[in-house]
């Protein structure tokens, strides 16, 4: 049985059971939140609470803080601040301030209050201390972006990805702030990346597609074509994203230097956008059949239908 499903089962028999439930299917609980990172931030504050508060002696010592950290933290996160503040109080009782785990959930604590620049204080006081702290360095990420300081949060991950280069969840945030900044070269550089990292997935092809079109020019439109091609074969023809992305191509390609002599000298380029159309209007008569006539128009318009 996988963790995850494991997880899923326990926080079921936890949330069947009446009253407070005994000290070893909450530790467990709590425990496997850890090591999944689950966001079951609701859960794991009630059910900490309840191992705190009834279950506290049979922890031990190492283990009374982690969940502390832990509860405090899943607090913040659904927006539980007095309990958090308790928390963290507690932990501040017990170590000394200027230890990471203080500063770590001080820093969180101003963070959820929206006091970002005084959260930052904490966060580069621990950098100071330990300069490869990957929780620390996606903190320093997101008080950024709370700021709206899109270009800083642009230097902090690219930073954290001259240590972890195979988070996938960081080149796709990077990639989001590079789309939202309007600088698409360094959004498609990103998706690239991810692309390296999870190749099957159709979305991230057409992610990455959806960027080279908007760069604009004949060899981006082709590949990019390339790539909602991917993701009609990975979904099946089922992507309507990457069906449009396959008639906008033939748009942009129609008419450009050289997007002519492309269309005769491969057959397939040629027949592409036809067979996308013709999906695309299938799709529409089984998904949405009320929106058929504006799709027909849309394509008739490019002479597609």
Not at 3 to 19: D, K, V
Not at 209 to 228: E, I, K, Q
Not at 272 to 293: C, F, N, S
Request: some cysteine; proline content about 5%.
């Amino acid at each position: 049985m996988s963790s995850e499903q494991e997880l899923r089962e326990l926080a079921a028999q936890l949330q069947s059971s009446g009253g407070v439930p005994g000290s070893e299917p909450l530790r467990q609980f709590l425990k496997l939140c850890r090591e999944v990172r689950a966001p079951n931030s609701e859960l794991v504050a009630r059910y900490g609470v309840m191992l705190l508060q009834h279950h506290r002696k049979a922890l031990a010592e190492d283990e009374l803080w982690l969940v502390h950290e832990q509860v405090a933290t899943a607090a913040l996160e659904c927006g539980a601040c007095p309990l958090a503040a308790q928390l963290i109080r507690a932990v501040l009782q017990r170590f000394p301030e200027d230890s990471v785990r203080a500063k770590r959930l001080q820093g969180m604590f101003y963070e959820a209050q929206g006091k970002v620049p005084r959260a930052e204080e904490f966060y580069h006081g621990i950098i100071e201390q330990q300069p490869t702290n990957q929780m620390i360095a996606k903190r320093l990420v997101a008080a950024a972006r709370t700021k709206g300081d899109l270009p800083a949060a642009v230097e902090y991950l690219r930073t954290y990805l001259d240590h972890w280069m195979n988070d996938r969840d960081a080149w796709e945030e990077l990639a989001e702030l590079y789309l939202e900044m309007g600088l698409y070269r360094q959004a498609a550089f990103c998706l690239e990346e991810v692309l390296t990292l999870a190749p099957s997935e159709p979305n991230v092809a057409v992610r990455y597609a959806d960027a080279l079109l908007t760069l604009g020019g004949a060899a981006n439109a082709r590949t990019a074509r390339a790539y909602y091609s991917r993701a009609v074969t990975l979904t099946q023809g089922r992507s309507a994203r990457a069906l449009y992305g396959l008639v906008a191509c033939a748009a942009q390609l129609q008419g450009q230097q050289g997007g002519s002599s492309d269309a005769g000298s491969n057959p397939e380029a040629q027949e592409l956008p036809g067979a996308a159309a013709a999906a695309l209007v299938a799709l529409y008569r089984e998904r949405a059949p009320g929106k058929v006539p504006l799709v027909e128009a849309l394509l008739k318009r490019q002479g597609l239908v």
